[in-house]
């Protein structure tokens, strides 16, 4: 089974803080994403990288930035937190088909 | 951009009824046509897919069906159960690229 592991699952920080979101996969894939998902908007992708040190934006990069330093992790950063950014972070794998596997979740709240 | 909506975004149904949602895509370059089920608090899982040289999937209970021309595609659930109330995701992708293009998503609630 593909295991994606979100290091936090649920985050509370304020307003200005750095916030690190960590990933890890254990099935050598190379393409990982990171997802925002908020109420009636589905799933919106914020950055996806296709191997290490490679890095592109999704739709809604604004805000965040990401490091892939090693294969099987993929990091999400926010350099300073906003209360806009309170919402679901899921990360994915994908397989050369284009299924996704992704983590649990990190719910982060910004107060 | 690429955009799949999605439709309805909620859907009430008795136990043992049938279950319909649909989706509409604009990137005519899309060929994998995937949906997720999301259980409350847990992650997407694919529950099904299908691609644009098929026109419909079946399995058990769930299937699918694809329009290439209209680009259309939908999920059929029939029989259904109260375990199958969940939000549910279509999505869209071409498998020359990386990116997934998702639905809004709909939430299902089967009433027993």
């Known amino acids: 089974d593909v295991k994606v592991t979100q290091s936090s699952r649920y985050l509370v920080k304020r307003t200005g803080e750095k916030v690190f979101l960590e990933c890890v996969q254990d099935m050598d894939h190379e393409n990982m994403f990171w997802y925002r998902q908020d109420p009636g908007l589905g799933l919106r992708l914020i950055y996806f990288?296709?191997?290490?040190?490679?890095?592109e934006k999704g739709d809604i990069p604004e805000g965040y930035s990401v490091s892939r330093e090693k294969k099987e992790r993929f990091s999400l950063i926010l350099e300073s937190a906003s209360t806009n950014q309170t919402s679901m972070y899921l990360c994915?794998?994908?397989?050369?088909?284009?299924?996704?596997?992704f983590g649990e979740g990190s719910r982060l709240t910004v107060l | 951009g690429e955009n799949v909506e999605q439709h309805p975004s909620t859907l009430s149904v008795q136990e043992g009824d049938s279950a319909v949602i649909k989706c509409t895509y604009s990137d005519s370059a899309s060929n994998y046509f995937p949906w997720y089920k999301q259980e409350l608090g847990k992650r997407p899982q694919l529950i099904i897919d299908i691609r644009s040289n098929v026109g419909e999937k079946k399995d058990q209970r769930i299937a699918v069906t694809l329009n290439k021309t209209a680009k259309h595609f939908s999920l059929h659930i029939t029989e259904t159960q109260p375990e199958d109330s969940a939000v549910y995701f279509c999505?869209?992708?071409?498998?020359?690229?990386?990116?997934?293009?998702f639905g809004a998503g709909t939430r299902l609630f089967v009433k027993a």
């Open positions: 990288s296709y191997d290490v040190k490679m890095k």
């Open positions: 994915a794998t994908q397989v050369v088909s284009g299924e996704l596997f």
């Open positions: 999505a869209a992708f071409y498998t020359g690229g990386f990116k997934t293009i």
